[in-house]
Structure formats: C-alpha cells, structure tokens
C-alpha cells in the first residue's frame, strides 16, 4: 500500500513542481517578448514623431515672421513649400496651417480644402487655450482622406507676438503599421494610446474609443508602472497580456497586446511533457508496487471473491428492488389514470341523471312549484353545475378536455368578465382595461380563456400583496419569424394580443425563464401548484398561438397573450354565454332511438326527449338497438352513449345504423367528450355531446341532426 502511495503522490508531486516552474518560465517569458516588442515600438514610434516634429519646426520658420494677411496674400507659394518639405519626409505627411479661429488656411496636399474647419478638434481648442508643446488626436478621415491616422499639433509662434493660430503635420496609418506588422507575432496588436486613454490608432482595424476610468492599462499609464498587465485595451471581451510604453517625454504612449490564451497555450506544451514524465515515472512505481501486491494477496483472493459475490449480489438486489419500485409506480400511474376516466365516466353519468331529474320537475310542476321548491330546484341545478366544472377540471388537468374553437369577441369577453375578474382580486388592486375599438374576432375557446385570464389574475394578486394596479389591453399584432423561435404551432402573421400588465415585485430573469415549466412556483408550500402559467402556455400554443411574457424585479410583470385571427364569416361571441332556448313540442313529427346502458340516464333522457314532443324508443347496448332498427323500429335520430357493455361502442353503433338507413341523425354522448372519438374512433364523423347534458342543450344538437325534410308546422309556444 506503501509503494501505491508514493507511485501515486511523487509523480503527481513532481509534475506539480515542474509544472509551477514551468510556468512560471513561460509567463516571465512571455513578459519579456511583449516588453521588448513594446520598447523597440517605441522607438519607431519616436522616430516618426521626431521626424514630423522636425518638418513642422520648418514651417513654423517659414512663416514665423508673416501674419495671416500676408500668408493669406502668398498662399500659393506657401503650398509650394509645405509640399516640398512634405516630400522630403521619410514618411507620408501633410502638413496644414490653422487660423486662430480654426480654419485650415495652407495645407501641402490637396486636402483639407481651403478653410477646412478644424475647430471641433481636441487638440486646437487646447492650443487655443495656451497649452504648449505637440497635442495629439485621431485625423478626422472626412477631413484628411481615409489614410490619415494620428494628428499632431502645436501652436503657432510668430516672432515678436504672442502665439496665434496652430502647425499641423497628419501622419499616415502606414508610418507606424508597416513596422507594427513586423514587430507583431502571432496574433498580437499594438495600439497608440493618448495620455487621456483615447485610442488614436490600432493595429487590425476596428473603432476608436477611450478607455474606461478603470480600465488597468489606463491605471497602469496614470501611475507610471511598465510592467506588462492583463487588460483588454482591444474591447475584444478576451484578456490580454499588455505591455506599454511611453514615447518619449511625448503624451503619447504605445501598447502591445497577446491573447492571454496563446500564453496559456505554451504552459500546456510544457504541462503535456511534465505530465509524460510523470507519467512513466508513475507507471514505474506501479509496476514495483504490483509485484509486491502479488506476493501478499494469495491468502486473501478467496475472501475478497466472496466479498466481491456478496457486493454484486446486494447491488442486483437493490437494483431489482429499484426495477419493481418504478415498475409499482408505472402500475400506479396507469391504473390511476383509468380510475380517473372511470370516476369521470360514472360522475358525469349521476350528474346527468340529477340535473335530468331536476329539469323534468321543474317541467312537471310547472307554475305550481312554490317558491321554496324552486329555490331547491335551482340550488340542484348549481350543484350540478359546480360538480360539472370540477369534473371538466380533473380532465383539462389530465389533458382529457377538449376545445371548442369558436369567433370570440375579446373585448366583450372582458366586459363580461370583469365582475368576476374583480372579485377574484383583493380590494387593494385597482384594474383597468384598455380596448382597441377596431380589435378582430379571435379564434379561441371562450371558457379555456376566461380561465386563462383568471389564472393571470391571481397570479398578479400574489405577486402585489400591497396593492397595485392590473391593467388589461386588446390590440391588434403582428409576429415575425423570428418572434416565433421554438413554437411550431404558430405561423408568422397576425394576431389579436390580450396583454395582462401588473405592478408586483417582477421576476429576475432565471425565474422568468421557467415561469411557463409545469410544477415551477416561486411561492411557498400550499400557495400554489405552479400550473398556472403552465396550462395558460399549452391552451395558447394548443390554439395555434403564442405566449410571451416580460418582468423586470421592482416594476412588474406582462403577460402576453396572442390569439390566431377568427372567421371573417362567423359571427364572434363575446363569451360563454348559454345557448337559446328551444321551443316546447320542437320535437313533434320526429323519433329518436335511445341507447344508454345507466338506466337513470336512459330514463332521463326518454323523458327529457317525450316532453319535447319525440317519439322515443330505448335500448340498455348497441346490439338491442341494432336488432330494433333491423326489424323496422321507426327512428329518425340515434342518440347513444359511445362506451357500453356488450361489445359494441356507440360507435360501432352508429356506423351500422348508417349502413342500415343511411339517412338517420346521429348524435353520441359520453363523460369523455371528444376524448371518446379519439379512443373508439369516430373523431370527425359524428356529432359529440359531453355528460351532463342539459335539455337545451340536448335538444338544440338533435335538432341540428335532423334528417333534411319537410318539417311539421309547430306554433311556438
């Protein structure tokens, strides 16, 4: 165990110290490179400086004894000489004399134009201020054509008078990167730095700008230390090792800049080879402590088999034990969700027999029902209801409801809805709504959405315990491609948005960006499931919308809602409002063939469809319908409950009651709704009605499965 150790802790050891060397080699290394580009940079840099200093003392003895009048009257000849001495440069220059007031007067070359205005200038309003000696600035291009890069300044002084008017000599990029690309290595820059951190040129191109107050290199500049620094003079979002110098006595300093990687890059060559090193030294030390692992392990190999056999059998039994575990939860889940659908099946099925009961009393006792026995009646037909709702909760949450697409008007969606909207909010939440008059209709499921601006409701209400104000605005959008990214079920166009705006704390943006994950909440236990905003997404993206929302931490939170435009042809509804009563007797001259396996459903249903005035027939399953139908019971319309005993759905039924008469209405009904058709098929073939049903309701969608033919003449009643 001994040797194992140290074949483990010296190489790593050596390589640790080898690596730290190394290391440390290479950053000094790499320090001294950048260094010593810098200073020779440096001294080209002097050098042009120098040289251009010198011509502009030329001019300067050329005109030392003129005024501007008598430049002004021999400006011609004074081009003539400040091109000569242009020429004579080592380096492309233009040379150009400044009028007081900041007008280029004389200039060698063709630019700048005559009174050229180079007052906005940095380095002329210093000169004009009294500030003596070179001033350096970037040569504005527009000015001195696209090659010109550094601009150096002074004040003009004539003998005998005060300084008046300024000497420029504009030096061409090329003077300081033809030897910047020389010096440069892989990947590194220079840079010409003003002693205010303003770039006046930058080797590779790319804006000039200043650098921040904080910025190392400028801190370094102010306190005068040369040694290189990592910083990131460039604005590349990258570290550099940075090494500058100051030209001269001169405001004007010279940078160089290597990507900090390409340093790191050199350690890991010498890290590679430390780690080969260590590496055989270890394979050494192992090999050692191997043979003598050998000689001592031949007493214990048995009992370490059988430790061995005994771990591996405690990890097959508890993976075993894991299998059935998932297995019992599998199962669980499973016959959860058939239990849900049953339960649904059978609740919905004793709520249709209650509320059936309840209207056949009401048409039973008619006007002699006292008050007190409608107020029961009534207080039924709410329970129902309420039972019904929370029925169509348990299946939208297990993802069994459907949708009803329908034109919606939004705007009298929210009218209508803003009494309950209010009461759902505390006292301290003030809303306000703001419509755009000319809003299209949408195409959207009046109740979903209702529930879906509820939902956002609360949640604004949690999110300002307070007080605050919830604002709720229509307007008309358009969304992009772009605006669209990773939801496939919208296409790109227009849409009606509902906004839904709050004053709350707001979310900081990793909260925000889970916001619409099922089971996400932020609020403590027993204060919410977190599938608020999550089902608000799937009804939006289930109709073919789009959800978006923005929240900032202090300023609240919006929520957008953006509905597919509806028909231009159908006329919107303004919510979920009930449909219009049928009239008495509607079902005279007409028979239905009724087949329900409850027996209380099937007797309210006989009932409900006798006091409409049909002629009604009943069978318990679809083959006893079948057989009526085959002996030549009259019926006009099928009305069946989709699952039943005996090996016959509703739909087989209703697929044979069409083969038989091919002219019959169908209409089926069952606790799954929609989901029905999709398990038995049928989906898209046959009318629907879900459990409970109301008479209306039953009575308005046999009407529409009437078979095409004269009707009989009923009086209203």
Not at 59 to 81: E, K, N, S
Not at 465 to 494: C, D, F, H, S
Not at 502 to 529: L, S
Request: aromatic content about 4%; glycine content about 10%.
């Amino acid at each position: 165990m001994i040797v194992l150790l140290l074949a483990i802790a010296i190489p790593l050891a050596l390589m640790a110290m080898l690596t730290v060397q190394d290391r440390a080699y290479a950053g000094d290394d790499a320090q001294r490179r950048v260094s010593a580009a810098a200073a020779i940079a440096r001294e080209h840099a002097l050098r042009v400086v120098q040289v251009a200093s010198a011509a502009i003392d030329r001019v300067d003895d050329a005109t030392a004894g003129l005024t501007w009048a008598q430049i002004q009257a021999r400006r011609a000849a004074l081009q003539g000489d400040l091109r000569r001495i242009e020429n004579q440069q080592p380096d492309d220059m233009t040379l150009v004399l400044v009028r007081p007031d900041g007008r280029a007067m004389v200039s060698g070359r063709a630019e700048p134009a005559p009174l050229a205005d180079l007052s906005g200038l940095e380095s002329i309003r210093a000169l004009r201020e009294g500030l003596r000696g070179l001033v350096f600035d970037p040569a504005p291009r527009e000015i001195f054509g696209e090659g010109a890069a550094v601009l150096m300044a002074r004040g003009r002084a004539p003998e005998g008078r005060p300084p008046d008017g300024a000497l420029l000599g504009v030096l061409k990029a090329e003077a300081f990167l033809s030897e910047w690309s020389r010096l440069a290595g892989p990947n590194g820059r220079f840079a010409l730095l003003r002693w205010d951190g303003l770039t006046l040129l930058r080797q590779g191109g790319g804006p000039l700008g200043t650098l921040a107050q904080r910025d190392p290199l400028r801190l370094a500049i102010a306190q005068g230390d040369t040694r290189p620094i990592v910083a990131d003079p460039f604005g590349d979002g990258a570290a550099q090792l940075v090494a500058w110098q100051r030209v001269g006595d001169l405001p004007l300093f010279v940078a160089y800049a290597v990507p900090l990687t390409q340093v790191e890059s050199t350690m890991v060559v010498q890290s590679s080879a430390n780690a080969a090193l260590a590496m055989g030294l270890a394979l050494t030390l192992l090999f050692a402590g191997w043979r003598i692992w050998i000689g001592v392990r031949t007493g214990t190999e048995t009992l370490e088999r059988l430790q061995a056999n005994a771990a591996e059998l405690r990890a097959e039994i508890a993976r075993r034990e894991v299998a059935e575990e998932s297995l019992r939860n599998a199962q669980r889940m499973e016959g959860l969700g058939r239990l849900t659908g049953g339960v649904a099946h059978d609740f919905n099925n004793l709520l249709t027999a209650i509320l059936g009961t309840a209207r056949a009393l009401e048409r039973h006792l008619g006007s002699r029902a006292d008050e007190r026995t409608k107020r029961l009646l009534a207080a039924t037909v709410t329970a129902v209801d309420r039972g019904a709702r929370l029925n169509a909760s348990l299946l939208a949450f297990a993802r069994r409801q459907p949708l009803t697409l329908t034109n919606v008007d939004a705007n009298a969606l929210l009218r209508d809805f803003m009494p309950l909207l209010r009461r759902a909010l505390d006292e301290s939440v003030s809303v306000e709504l703001a419509l755009d008059q000319k809003l299209p209709a949408c195409s959207a499921d009046a109740a979903q959405l209702e529930a879906a601006l509820l939902n956002l409701a609360i949640n604004a209400r949690d999110a300002m315990p307070r007080g605050g104000k919830l604002r709720v605005l229509t307007r008309r959008a358009w969304l992009q491609e772009q605006a669209l990214a990773g939801n496939a079920e919208a296409q790109p166009g227009p849409y009606v948005a509902i906004e839904v705006r709050d004053t709350g704390t707001g979310m900081p943006p990793e909260v925000r960006e889970r916001a619409f994950e099922p089971f996400f909440t932020t609020k403590g236990p027993g204060q919410g499931t977190g599938l608020g905003l999550s089902q608000v997404f799937g009804f939006v993206r289930q109709i073919g919308g789009h959800v978006a929302i923005q929240s900032t931490p202090g300023r609240g939170t919006t929520v957008t809602l953006y509905l597919p435009l509806g028909s231009a042809t159908e006329e919107a509804v303004g919510g979920t409002a009930p449909p219009p009563r049928i009239q008495a007797n509607s079902g005279v001259g007409w028979s239905v063939l009724v087949v329900e396996d409850e027996p209380a459903v099937r007797a309210v249903a006989v009932d409900m469809l006798q006091d409409a005035g049909f002629a009604v027939l009943a069978a318990p399953d679809g083959p006893t319908a079948l057989a009526l139908l085959k002996e030549g019971a009259q019926a006009d319309i099928l009305f069946s409950d989709v699952v039943m005993p005996g090996g016959m759905t509703g739909v087989d039924l209703a697929r044979e009651a069409r083969r038989l008469r091919p002219s019959i209405g169908v209409l089926l009904a069952s606790g799954y709704a929609a989901e029905a058709l999709a398990e038995h098929g049928g989906a898209g073939e046959f009318e629907i009605i879900g459990k409970p049903y109301d008479v209306e309701t039953v009575l308005t969608r046999i009407a529409a499965q009437r078979p095409r033919r004269a009707l009989p003449s009923v009086p209203a009643a």
